[in-house]
């Protein structure tokens, strides 16, 4: 998840599912496994009865997920043995959009974000976001196209508007941050 702080507030239909983390090993012997968690909200799938796994975004009904040692872990349904959870390593596990909870104003998912085409104020195309940095601070969208990459800050000083409806995010920038 980004915030942005554009005056926008349009808003393109939501993914069907949002990446909530990435299965990383087998943990025990009763099939959990060790996950990354890829949101600002593990309450999310902690709290889910059913994820989804995979590129194909298999239904699977979560059993379990708790925290030990500040590790997430997980038990999915069917998954009972070290081996089957083996066979799990990778996988991305989502949730519906509609179990996330939802988006304060200003707030987007990077899935929203990613692929929005980037125009300047004055009209200059800048390409379109290809990357989101997370620095800590605030987030960098990396923008690929005509003047190579440009890197904006996700702040309200920089985004003026973010258009979902259109797949466009206007930007006003400092003399300097664009390359020549």
Not at 35 to 44: A, H, I, R
Not at 58 to 71: T, W
Not at 82 to 104: N, S
């Amino acid at each position: 998840m980004t915030t942005a702080q554009g005056s926008g507030s349009d808003r393109r239909p939501e993914p069907p599912f949002l990446d909530v983390a990435r299965v990383l090993r087998p943990w025990g012997v009763r099939g959990d496994v060790k996950v990354e968690v890829l949101t600002s909200n593990p309450d999310d799938l902690i709290e889910a009865k059913q994820v989804y796994l995979g590129d194909d975004a298999q239904p699977v009904r979560l059993e379990r997920a708790r925290l030990h040692s500040g590790v997430l872990l997980i038990k999915l349904a069917g998954c009972d043995t070290p081996e089957a959870a083996e066979a799990l390593r990778g996988q991305i596990v989502r949730i519906a959009h509609k179990d996330a909870t939802p988006l304060r104003p200003n707030q987007y998912y990077h899935s929203q974000i990613l692929g929005l085409e980037v125009v300047t104020a004055d009209g200059e195309v800048l390409g379109k976001v290809v990357e989101i940095v997370e620095t800590g601070a605030n987030d960098v969208y990396a923008v690929s196209g005509p003047r190579g990459e440009v890197l904006i800050p996700a702040r309200h000083e920089f985004i003026t508007r973010i258009d979902l409806d259109a797949g466009r995010m206007i930007v006003s920038l400092l003399p300097g941050m664009l390359p020549e």
